[in-house]
Antibody
């Protein structure tokens, strides 16, 4: 069974940093691109970042480029999102999602990030 | 960036109704479109990809159609479990984008 479990969310002050992790199991992690998608409270879905197999390519939404870094550790079946210079508008539930032929076929349960002073 | 516009934003329906949600793209995306369902407090769930391919395990009352700039999600006979919010999502080009969502509520 495919499982994606996010962790690392919490309360952080504006300008602060946070690192999210996603532990993957039940599939061959290094064969898939992976993504982070977020959802602000009461809002819609927003794609944040993607990383290809072997970390060959990374892509970012304009809203986070230069502040967030997506990475993966295939040896540990783990996906990460380093979030720096956090803003109020980064407050959201962050989901990791597996990418199969450019569609998100499995999602984690999400981790809440709250940016507030 | 490719904008996706869903209509309606809210849809009131009854069990056994036929329900249709439309997603329009700001430029042609071929069939690089997926539909997802989300219930309150839960992660989204993939229903359809490639505009019309049903994800494994998804009931056959769900169907998708369209190509280019106009797409539809149809639920042939709405069931109690289908009251939720539905999103379209394009993967033709980065940045991947989502529609704003359509909430299907009880009439």
């Amino acid at each position: 069974e495919v499982q994606l479990v996010e962790s690392g969310g919490g309360l952080v002050k504006p300008g602060g940093s946070l690192r999210l992790s996603c532990a993957a199991s039940g599939f061959t992690f290094n064969s898939y691109s992976m993504n982070w998608v977020r959802q602000a409270p009461g809002g819609g879905l927003e794609w944040v970042a993607s990383i290809s197999r072997s970390s060959a390519y990374m892509y970012y939404a304009d809203s986070v480029r230069g502040r967030f870094i997506i990475s993966r550790d295939d040896a540990k079946n783990s996906l990460s999102l380093q979030m720096n210079s956090l803003r109020d508008e980064d407050t959201a539930i962050y989901y990791c999602a597996r990418d199969t032929a450019n569609h998100f076929d499995h999602w984690g349960q999400g981790t809440l990030v709250t940016v507030s002073s | 960036d490719i904008q996706l516009t869903q209509s309606p934003s809210t849809l009131s329906a009854s069990v056994r109704d036929r329900v249709t949600v439309t997603c329009r793209a700001s430029q042609a995306i071929g069939t690089w479109l997926a539909w997802l369902q989300q219930k309150p407090g839960k992660a989204p769930k993939l229903l359809i990809y490639g505009a019309s391919t049903l994800e494994s395990g998804v009931p056959s009352r769900f169907s998708g159609s369209g190509s280019g700039t106009e797409f539809t999600l149809t639920i042939s006979s709405l069931q109690p479990d289908d009251f939720a919010t539905y999103y379209c999502q394009q993967s033709n080009s980065y940045p991947w984008t989502f529609g704003q969502g359509t909430k299907v509520e009880v009439k």
